[in-house]
């Protein structure tokens, strides 16, 4: 009978073994695929069930989770919806997060691995894992403005401190209300999706850095302008050839008809800049060719990778340019495209002695205790020329806003440096209205960028130039 | 006998050493519990350990004066399973809001004073010999009180509980061990007439048609209880507690094949006429079929957010309280092993597991060491039961076999299985101190003992003048 009970007791072991067996497949090889499938919500839960932190404004916080009563444990919610929706994107279920929420994922959640000691340290003191916060650069009042400026029309501004790369208001239209997308019922959140992406201008675009990006038009001439001085072939008293417009075969480069260009056939950069004059500057790009004015665009960001940490698309000036091309995309038409940022980064330049500082968007990332645990230091993106140069540039677009075409932006008192911008759209009448310029010029304290897209020439200088101004006083009544 | 004579000692001071520990596992899981939810010491937590470590001390202090030989590791494993079952209870009532600890503690408590109870009044494991017919008449009684109309309630499509004063409870869990006492007795009566008779076919020798009796009787209980009470778990318990008994009974490979072999046929004939069988073989075995997962009632949903949760427990765990054992439906109960893999990995699992192997091992051991055939075939019946039962629940959430709604013993939350498996382990350390007591060398002592023991002597010896293994072993003292 012994001999049986052993066996028998050999039968009972060899199931544990069994069992021992399973659940050490399942535990640990089969554990990955378990994981990764589409009908495991334990990772979303994880996730999404967290307490995630928050993404503040000048201690405001603007994005934050909010305990919830279902089995998720906590809702994000952002507050108020449209104003930041380009920044801080949405933490969606069913869409997965955007902008801040996903490129500032790891802190917000807690779990970057820079953070382990700080984490490894809250274990310890048994303390619960939270997320970290993210405090932005952006200033709340300029923000506003900047929303207000554009309207209800579509378009983007970027207010940049041109000394440190701050970026002090980043606003694109048209908006949407992130909550929306963030909500746990994922059926409405998708009915909310497709409303949203229904627009004829897709909301979820931040058109700052990112979309099918703009034609800068004239505000291009800065990056000629720069070029010319940088070459042999031009000094700051050259002087330009300024024809009615020139001639490709079949085709002719204009200057703006109604513009103050018609007047002389020659013309100084000063003159060429304040009226935007675009045969002169056509003529610059041919002199030079395209590689050097392609050369000069990527010093200033175009073509260049970026992230604030949100991700820029880099803007782009065509390689092997030459004839009409090259004298069109020379005023910023045809092929080149560009983001507000990138505009911005090259006022930036202008503004800052020659030297673009790298745009950032976060100030400091904070524990859940408050402690500031990182905080971007300040960095140089390039330096596309020289203080000289620098500001010979800026003497000449403050004249464009004392004398030439940016009178709209002037402020009383302040020396404004600036210039504007029209890209003729495909549709007839329709253009991409363009400002970019700095005060007071002499000490800039912010750059500033806007476009608006899909405007006729006044309603876009409306819109571009008062707007500009608003923003600066705003910056400099601080 | 190839009895290996084990040290004689009571060794009821590592039992207490032991059992210590257990309650600071148990314990301390319960109170990691707290913090995570923020309410480390409140009254439920002091009332709690407090319940738990004076009950368990008391069946300590009885086992030092009713059973002082009794295994001493046994006690403490069990001690440590009921008390982080109770900690993982606790913890999942957290997050689904129900209060399932308070009752899986006033049923601890109950169920351990049952075990109490049966130390201080069975006092030795063979006088139960004598109940041999009449647990038959209990086991029958239990398995059919749920299907007695107004008493019966079905609950998840089994038809297995009653309602007694707003109580549920399981009464098959307890014929577990009235149908072992059964066996026991019937096999350690009758086995020599059941070995000596029947033919020889090949290498192996069948049993009479007459004696299979017992067999068949198994087998129809097993079926009935698959067929009435749609229970296939239970079913597959009772038929290998069945076959482990009748197979060190005869020591006859030919009863498992014949045991087997009705199984395969009773199986196949069940998966075609009841759909609650085939719904769960095709859970199984289709388990990741979208149809299958979204399928309700009997979809693959609950075993596959099982199988989930015990991926992402991983080798350690998420920690007590970090997972989200909630997930899974029944977490507390059917699924406790999942919310287990889940929040302590498998590492964790894994000493889980062990500690089942220890406790099996250690009812075997009992069933090696007790002189009497009796006692051999019911320790060795319960012993294999927990394995069985262990392997059952275990092998269905990690979907090895199909998933059965069976509980985790000592774990789960669920009063019946606590009662009776705390009763089995009141029976397994009589049985274990039968077999380390010292065989006495002098007069016995003049205590109702040694009525105890002879009286199945004289019915042994009366019965069969072959001399079994058992018969001389009971004959020796």
Same mark, same amino acid.
């Given at each position: 009978m012994n001999q049986a009970i052993r066996n028998t007791w050999v039968i009972a072991i060899a199931m544990f073994a069994l069992v021992l067996g399973a659940v050490t497949y399942v535990q640990f090889f089969a554990a990955d695929e378990l994981k990764a499938n589409a009908w495991n919500n334990r990772q979303l839960y994880k996730q999404f069930g967290s307490d995630r932190g928050s993404i503040l404004v000048d201690g405001k916080q603007i994005a934050f989770s909010e305990p919830s009563n279902d089995q998720f444990n906590y809702q994000r919610v952002y507050d108020p919806g449209g104003l930041y929706a380009h920044l801080t994107g949405y933490?969606?279920?069913?869409?997965?997060?955007?902008?801040?929420?996903?490129?500032?994922?790891?802190?917000?959640?807690?779990?970057?691995?820079?953070?382990?000691? @700080?984490?490894?340290?809250?274990?310890?003191?048994?303390?619960?894992?939270?997320?970290?916060?993210?405090?932005?650069?952006?200033?709340?009042?300029?923000? %506003?403005?900047?929303?207000?400026?554009?309207?209800?029309?579509?378009?983007?501004?970027?207010?940049?401190?041109?000394?440190?790369? @701050?970026?002090?208001?980043?606003?694109?239209?048209?908006?949407?209300?992130?909550? %929306?997308?963030?909500?746990?019922?994922?059926?409405?959140?998708?009915?909310?999706?497709? #409303?949203?992406?229904? +627009?004829?201008?897709?909301?979820?675009?931040?058109?700052?850095?990112?979309?099918?990006?703009?034609?800068?038009?004239?505000?291009?001439?800065?990056?000629?302008?720069? +070029?010319?001085?940088?070459?042999?072939?031009?000094? =700051?008293?050259?002087?330009? #050839?300024? =024809? #009615?417009?020139?001639?490709?075969?079949?085709?002719?480069?204009?200057?703006?008809? #109604?513009?103050?260009?018609?007047a002389q056939s020659e013309a100084s950069f000063a003159f060429a800049l304040q009226q935007s004059c675009n045969t002169p500057f056509a003529n610059i790009a041919l002199e030079l060719g395209g590689e050097r004015i392609q050369a000069e665009a990527q010093e200033f960001g175009f073509g260049q990778k970026l992230s604030i940490p949100l991700r820029v698309t880099p803007s782009v000036f065509p390689d092997d340019l030459e004839g009409a091309a090259l004298a069109q995309s020379a005023i910023g038409q045809r092929d080149v495209r560009t983001t507000p940022l990138q505009i911005a980064m090259m006022s930036a330049a202008i503004a800052n002695d020659g030297t673009i500082m790298k745009p950032q968007l976060v100030d400091t990332v904070r524990s859940p205790d408050l402690e500031p645990v990182s905080s971007p230091e300040p960095q140089t993106f390039s330096t596309p020329t020289s203080p000289e140069i620098a500001n010979q540039v800026t003497e000449w677009m403050v004249g464009v806003v004392d004398e030439g075409i940016g009178s709209s932006a002037a402020i009383p008192g302040v020396e404004v440096a600036g210039k504007t911008g029209t890209a003729e759209l495909a549709v007839p009448g329709q253009n991409n209205s363009w400002f970019t310029g700095f005060a007071p010029a002499d000490d800039p304290q912010a750059v500033v960028s806007i476009v608006v897209s899909d405007v006729d020439v006044q309603t876009g200088g409306q819109i571009v130039g008062p707007g500009a101004k608003r923003l600066l006083e705003a910056v400099l009544n601080q | 006998m190839s009895q290996m004579m084990t040290a004689t000692k009571p060794r009821r001071n590592i039992e207490l050493?032991?059992?210590?520990?257990?309650?600071?596992?148990?314990?301390? &899981? /319960?109170?990691?519990?707290?913090?995570?939810?923020?309410?480390?010491? /409140?009254?439920?937590?002091?009332?709690?350990?407090?319940?738990?470590?004076? *009950?368990?001390?008391?069946?300590?202090?009885?086992?030092?004066?009713?059973?002082?030989?009794?295994?001493?590791?046994?006690?403490?494993?069990?001690?440590?399973? /009921?008390?982080?079952?109770?900690?993982?209870?606790?913890?999942?009532?957290? &997050?689904?809001?129900?209060?399932?600890?308070?009752?899986?503690?006033?049923?601890?408590?109950? &169920?351990?004073?049952?075990?109490? &109870?049966?130390?201080?009044? *069975?006092?030795?494991?063979?006088?139960?010999?004598?109940?041999?017919? *009449?647990?038959?008449?209990?086991?029958?009684?239990?398995?059919v009180l749920p299907l007695v109309p107004g008493l019966g309630t079905q609950i998840n499509g089994a038809q297995i509980w009653i309602m007694v004063a707003g109580y549920s409870f399981q009464p098959g869990e307890v014929a577990k061990i009235t149908l072992a006492i059964f066996f026991a007795g019937y096999l350690s009566t009758n086995r020599d007439l059941i070995l000596l008779a029947g033919k020889k076919v090949g290498p192996l020798q069948f049993p009479r048609v007459a004696d299979l009796g017992p067999m068949l009787a198994a087998w129809l209980v097993s079926i009935g209880v698959l067929v009435f009470q749609r229970d296939l778990g239970s079913s597959v318990l009772y038929f290998g507690l069945f076959m482990a008994m009748i197979y060190v009974a005869t020591s006859r490979v030919s009863w498992v094949l014949i045991g087997l072999g009705l199984t395969a046929v009773g199986g196949f004939v069940a998966m075609q006429l009841f759909s609650h069988v085939a719904l769960r073989i095709d859970s199984w075995i289709n388990a990741f079929d979208p149809e299958v997962y979204n399928r309700a009632p009997g979809g693959s949903g609950q075993i596959v957010q099982g199988l989930f949760g015990l991926a992402s427990g991983g080798l350690t765990g998420t920690g007590l309280g970090q997972g989200r054992p909630d997930l899974v439906s029944y977490a507390n109960s059917d699924m406790i092993i999942a919310a287990f893999g889940e929040e302590l990995g498998l590492i964790g699992l894994s000493a889980i597991i062990m500690l089942y192997v220890l406790l099996v091992t250690r009812g075997f051991r009992a069933a090696l060491g007790t002189r009497d055939g009796f006692g051999k075939l019911l320790a060795t019946g319960l012993s294999f039961v927990i394995g069985l039962q262990c392997f059952v629940v275990i092998g269905g959430v990690t979907r090895l076999i199909p998933l059965t709604g069976l509980t985790t013993p000592f774990m789960s939350a669920g009063g019946s299985s606590l009662l009776a498996n705390w009763i089995i382990i009141a029976l397994l350390l009589l049985i274990s101190d039968a077999s380390r007591r010292p065989v006495a060398r002098g007069p016995l002592p003049d205590d109702d003992l040694t009525a105890a023991t002879q009286h199945p002597v004289a019915e042994t010896s009366k019965q069969n003048s072959t001399n079994g293994a058992a018969t001389e072993a009971v004959k020796k003292q």
């Open positions: 933490f969606s279920l069913v869409y997965g997060a955007t902008a801040l929420e996903d490129v500032m994922g790891e802190e917000l959640s807690g779990e970057a691995s820079e953070l382990f000691i @700080d984490r490894a340290m809250a274990m310890l003191s048994g303390n619960q894992p939270r997320g970290y916060s993210v405090g932005l650069t952006i200033d709340p009042e300029l923000q %506003k403005i900047a929303h207000d400026v554009l309207g209800n029309h579509s378009g983007a501004v970027v207010v940049m401190d041109p000394e440190n790369g @701050d970026i002090l208001a980043m606003a694109s239209t048209p908006t949407y209300d992130p909550n %929306k997308l963030a909500g746990h019922n994922t059926s409405e959140v998708v009915e909310n999706y497709e #409303q949203i992406t229904s +627009a004829s201008k897709n909301p979820l675009y931040n058109r700052a850095i990112e979309g099918d990006l703009y034609a800068p038009g004239s505000v291009f001439k800065i990056i000629d302008t720069v +070029a010319a001085l940088e070459s042999d072939e031009y000094s =700051p008293d050259s002087t330009l #050839q300024n =024809p #009615q417009q020139i001639d490709f075969g079949g085709y002719s480069l204009p200057n703006y008809a #109604q513009g103050g260009c018609a | 050493l032991l059992l210590l520990l257990a309650l600071v596992t148990g314990i301390g &899981a /319960n109170m990691l519990v707290g913090l995570e939810a923020d309410q480390p010491f /409140n009254d439920d937590f002091f009332i709690q350990a407090g319940t738990l470590t004076g *009950i368990v001390l008391a069946v300590h202090i009885v086992l030092r004066f009713r059973a002082k030989y009794a295994d001493p590791v046994i006690l403490p494993i069990v001690t440590a399973l /009921n008390g982080i079952g109770l900690a993982m209870i606790h913890r999942i009532d957290l &997050a689904t809001g129900q209060s399932a600890a308070a009752s899986q503690l006033l049923w601890s408590a109950v &169920a351990i004073i049952a075990a109490i &109870a049966v130390l201080l009044v *069975i006092k030795d494991h063979r006088i139960l010999r004598r109940f041999t017919y *009449i647990s038959l008449a209990v086991s029958a009684l239990l398995l």
